[in-house]
């Protein structure tokens, strides 16, 4: 199923609990959204996960479905609360609790790329922001927790893995002597969005492929995770951060030579977590 929220790529035979998702790699920039922007086609992506949906769409031939945006991030971000409103882009918006995603610019609607580059010239309506989050945002939403939902019916239990990339640098401030630079970083809100023995699955599953993985610093989840992990009701989130300069050249924005060799180390990784969860009986027919 495509629109211009998302697509679902479904697996023939719904084996898994597991949902794979990548909401930071649309790429449909409209042309009246770009007119609107002082950035240029390529500066405007730097805050996109380029090419993350493409390392995960392979999960439907492992029994488990895809989602990935349409609309890019640069548009709406669908890893925030449709209540994360920027005043300092926003006509009409009041000023509320500190918030530091939406001070920094990155809210619901961004008013910022990477490195802080601004979007647009001056503020856009309520209006407009209103739209995106209506036509963008809410029919993301429903739509993966239906697919949750239908997973949940079928295996007794849901486990969302929620597909982003990382900036190399992203490692630098964190970094300490005699460690070893992690190529993937795993989020479950310090252990409050999925369960111990999912989130050891899923990073064995990565370091069986040869990945060095480490778990919530610095990223340790943002809405998507705080919003949908349940684990004590059997839904489980856990956020998946990829270095970007193992498959991509950061600067281009282009597959790098490794691109090829990075998505079939993944390709096993997908296989392996696609099997949480099997042979289990269904709590109920869907």
Request: net charge neutral; with cysteine.
């Amino acid at each position: 199923m495509t629109t211009s929220a998302y697509e679902v790529l479904h697996p023939e035979r719904d084996i898994s609990c597991v949902l794979f998702a990548s909401p930071h790699s649309g790429r449909d920039y409209a042309w009246s959204f770009m007119r609107t922007s002082v950035l240029d086609e390529h500066v405007i992506r730097s805050s996109e996960d380029a090419f993350v949906d493409q390392l995960f769409e392979c999960a439907p031939q492992f029994g488990a479905a895809f989602i990935r945006a349409g609309a890019p991030r640069a548009y709406v971000d669908l890893n925030r609360a449709c209540d994360e409103l920027d005043p300092a882009l926003i006509e009409g918006v009041c000023r509320q609790r500190h918030n530091p995603r939406v001070a920094s610019g990155l809210g619901v609607i961004p008013r910022v790329v990477a490195n802080g580059r601004a979007i647009y010239r001056g503020k856009i309506s309520r209006d407009e922001a209103t739209r995106r989050i209506d036509e963008i945002w809410r029919p993301y939403h429903a739509k993966l927790q239906s697919l949750l939902d239908a997973a949940h019916r079928r295996h007794g239990q849901a486990v969302l893995l929620d597909c982003h990339s990382m900036p190399h640098e992203a490692m630098d401030g964190v970094m300490r002597a005699g460690m070893r630079r992690p190529d993937v970083v795993l989020g479950d809100r310090f252990g409050a969005s999925a369960s111990g023995d999912v989130v050891d699955r899923v990073e064995a599953a990565f370091v069986e492929a040869g990945f060095v993985v480490t778990r919530n610093t610095p990223f340790a989840g943002a809405y998507i995770t705080q919003a949908y992990g349940r684990p004590a009701r059997g839904q489980h989130a856990v956020q998946i951060e990829i270095d970007r300069s193992l498959y991509m050249n950061e600067t281009l924005i282009r597959p790098n030579g490794n691109f090829d060799d990075v998505r079939k180390a993944l390709r096993g990784v997908v296989a392996e977590v696609a099997r949480i969860g099997q042979g289990r009986v269904p709590l109920a027919a869907e």
